[in-house]
């Protein structure tokens, strides 16, 4: 486990702000920016894009310490943040690996082969879905669908959707993201260092 997610936040630290996590220089700044769109009181409103740096800035998942931290940010309880985390797919309350697989499992892309599609995966990396591979590389995740039914299956992988998939094809891009060895996130860590793209 990360040293950063490794202290709980106790209700004392949370009333008095001295967590033992904490964002970055650049990332608190960014929240803070965000967090000055909507009036005083109402700033549980940014929620999910603090939610989305938390999860850059600590190793792409969301530890109960994270949470209460980003809770109390936005002066909110630790129980209004876990239910926005746990309801939605792209935030992550347990480590994954550098690149997280996200397969749509709905309608469309089921009647498209998706179950195949998992299993393929599943067996070519050993795991099974919800699992990450032993080197830390890949995890596993199915979810609901992503919008892009006319090109199912289909799956997301950080912020980059691959269509129209063949088993073929889909080790191929496999392959591609191993061989590269990068982390790949939802939320690029350029948008907390360098936030020019979040307008006031
Ligand atoms: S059903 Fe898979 S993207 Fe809509």
Same mark, same amino acid.
């Given at each position: 486990?990360?040293?950063?997610?490794?202290?709980? #936040?106790?209700?004392?630290?949370?009333?008095?702000?001295?967590?033992? #996590?904490?964002?970055?220089?650049?990332?608190?700044?960014?929240?803070?920016?965000?967090?000055?769109?909507?009036?005083?009181?109402?700033?549980?409103?940014?929620?999910?894009?603090?939610?989305?740096?938390?999860?850059?800035?600590?190793?792409?998942?969301?530890?109960?310490?994270?949470?209460?931290?980003?809770?109390?940010?936005?002066?909110?309880?630790?129980?209004? #943040?876990?239910?926005?985390?746990?309801?939605?797919?792209?935030?992550?309350?347990?480590?994954?690996?550098?690149?997280?697989?996200?397969?749509?499992?709905?309608?469309? @892309?089921?009647?498209?082969?998706?179950?195949?599609?998992?299993?393929?995966?599943?067996?070519?990396?050993?795991?099974?879905?919800?699992?990450?591979?032993?080197?830390?590389?890949?995890?596993?995740?199915? #979810?609901? @669908?992503?919008?892009?039914?006319?090109?199912?299956?289909?799956?997301?992988?950080?912020?980059?959707?691959?269509?129209?998939?063949?088993?073929?094809?889909?080790?191929?891009?496999?392959?591609?993201?191993?061989?590269?060895?990068?982390?790949?996130?939802?939320?690029?860590?350029?948008?907390?260092?360098?936030?020019?793209?979040?307008?006031?």
């Amino acid at each position: 486990m990360p040293s950063s997610h490794r202290k709980f #936040v106790t209700s004392k630290q949370i009333k008095t702000g001295l967590t033992a #996590v904490r964002f970055s220089d650049e990332a608190l700044t960014l929240a803070h920016k965000i967090m000055k769109r909507y009036p005083e009181g109402k700033q549980k409103s940014a929620l999910l894009p603090l939610l989305h740096i938390a999860q850059t800035e600590f190793d792409g998942w969301l530890s109960p310490q994270v949470m209460d931290y980003v809770a109390m940010l936005l002066k909110i309880q630790p129980i209004e #943040v876990y239910e926005v985390a746990s309801f939605y797919s792209m935030f992550n309350l347990k480590p994954v690996g550098k690149c997280v697989i996200e397969v749509c499992r709905t309608g469309p @892309c089921w009647l498209m082969g998706a179950e195949d599609l998992v299993k393929f995966i599943e067996k070519k990396l050993g795991i099974k879905e919800g699992e990450t591979t032993p080197d830390g590389m890949f995890t596993l995740k199915t #979810v609901e @669908c992503l919008a892009s039914c006319g090109t199912a299956p289909m799956m997301q992988i950080g912020e980059t959707y691959h269509e129209n998939l063949t088993l073929e094809k889909t080790e191929k891009i496999l392959d591609n993201y191993k061989n590269k060895g990068e982390v790949v996130t939802h939320w690029r860590k350029e948008r907390v260092t360098n936030h020019s793209d979040i307008k006031q």
